[in-house]
């Protein structure tokens, strides 16, 4: 039985990636700050009469005393773990004039630091699978810094970071460290994004410019997340996967515009959108 754990398992991805590896066989430890918000997801996985492969379990990744209780649990019932999805997070909004520091420590703690810390008490478990697998939610915000995204563009790129250094230790265990980058998908991921708009005053035109790309990105946001939980399955039973996975609207795209153009050129872009 190949068992893997996911982070933030009550809603958006996390929610989608559960109900996918279930389907394909896996025992899934759904991880949640409180287990109460994933009923939906159980009622979804007893309707497919799978409902002895989830396990529901209260694990907030800015807690280390319930990240290491939790590795013990899993430890003492499966005694290794096949595959480790780090997805929970938001996405905070906001300009440095306006954002508070403790909201810039939120973002880092959760998107960062949890996720950091959640991979280190877990890699002993990864290390006793023969084919282990990481696959940290990244975002195309990982590669590509928006304006009005300070906290969550920073958080994601230095996840990306971490992941190109953990491949490379890790590669020679066997264990495959993989990305997922998404572009905009309608999840619950915008609610905080999207609350910069309560910084803007009237007289602040580019940031109201901002806003209102924020907003027109949500309403031509992709209506098909499920395309990122099949592409996490894809991952999981890929022997050798690679690094990088962008996937949705314009992500590729926007990969290679980052990589070839030069940056005075996107410069030039993104202020005349501004304007």
Known sequence: MKVALITGANGGFGKLITIELIRAGYHVIATMRNK???????EKINLLERGERLELVDMDVTNEAQITSVSELVSQKYSKLDVLINNAGYSQGGFITDLPMEEWKNQYETNLV??????????PLLRKSPNGKIIN???VSGYFGFPGMGPYCSSKFAVEGFSESLRLELLPENIYVSLVEP?????GIWEK???IGAYIKDEDTIKKKVFTLAQQAYQNASDHPEEVARLA????????PRLRYPIGKGAKSLWFVKKFL?????????????Q
């Open 233 to 240: 399955r894809k991952i999981c039973e890929t022997k050798h």
């Open 262 to 274: 030069p940056w005075h050129v996107i410069e030039r872009f993104v202020l005349k959108k501004l």
């Open 36 to 42: 109460e918000n994933g009923r939906e997801l159980e």
């Open 183 to 187: 572009a905009s998908y309608k999840t």
């Open 137 to 139: 939610l990244s975002s």
């Open 193 to 195: 994004g999207l609350a």
């Open 114 to 123: 949890g996720l950091v810390q959640t991979t280190k008490y877990f890699l």
